[in-house]
């Protein structure tokens, strides 16, 4: 790792944030700290980087709720993300990785604009199964697929603890099989350490902070406001990619 020491503020910082805003508005933290990691963190470290921060936010609220996990469901998520999983390592190979910075600040701006389906697939094993190909998919190459989980799911018809543990356990998985397949095809994720390990800090700390706040931020307008700072961050990356 060579950074200068304000980007490892930066990033520490952003973990931080994009917890708190996780935990008290159930926004999209993730897409947040993946936009500012790709303005710092080289292409090959962006995806497998906020993988092991991601995975660490998850696996807390995973944890807490596993007794109202549906073992059924998950399993045939996960199916869904090993086929995925594989079919990466070939993709990692094809992909020109100076993209990657341009493919996550297009996705953004997607989750951020496109209207989100409810897609209510996460009663059926069909669906379960190609929602953990195609999410795991995206996670793969661009991070940030946790409204795309989320939608996949479907938020409206499930008991709220039975939801929690199987979208936190399904997003933990997925984070983990990404950091195995990134490790596999070379990447050494030693040499971010300490990186990690403030970040991971961050995170708690910004969960621990995000679920006091929890109803006491306006939000309505909050996440107007976010929608609209995640869309500038999206479009200084493509600038920047650009090189203008």
């Not at 799911?153 to 709220?160: F, P, Y």
């Not at 910004?206 to 996440?223: N, S, Y």
Request: net charge positive.
């Amino acid at each position: 790792m060579n950074l200068p020491l304000p980007d490892i503020y930066l990033l520490v910082a952003s973990s931080f944030i994009g917890s708190v805003l996780t935990a008290a508005l159930g926004v999209g933290g993730g897409a947040f700290l993946i936009t500012m990691m790709a303005g710092v963190v080289p292409p090959l470290a962006l995806i497998p980087l906020h993988g092991v921060v991601q995975m660490g936010s998850n696996a807390s609220r995973a944890l807490h709720s596993r007794k109202h996990l549906n073992i059924s469901r998950f399993g045939y998520f996960m199916a869904g993300a090993l086929v995925a999983s594989l079919a990466t390592f070939w993709l990692i190979g094809q992909i020109d990785v100076d993209l990657i910075p341009l493919m996550v600040a297009v996705f953004v701006l997607w989750l951020v604009w496109a209207p989100m389906p409810d897609f209510k697939l996460g009663t059926s094993p069909a669906g379960l199964l190609s929602g953990g190909i195609l999410t795991t998919l995206a996670s793969m190459l661009v991070g940030a697929s946790g409204p795309l989980v989320s939608a996949w799911l479907g938020r409206t018809g499930h008991d709220k603890w039975q939801y929690t543990a199987l979208f936190s356990t399904c997003m933990t998985a997925q984070h983990l099989l990404k950091i195995i397949v990134f490790g596999f095809a070379g990447f050494v994720f030693s040499e971010w350490l300490g990186l990690l390990a403030l970040m991971l800090l961050a995170a708690y700390l910004g969960t621990r902070v995000g679920l006091k706040m929890l109803g006491k931020l306006p939000e309505a307008q909050f996440k107007t406001l976010f929608r609209w700072m995640l869309t500038l961050l999206s479009i200084r990356l493509i600038w920047q990619w650009y090189g203008l």
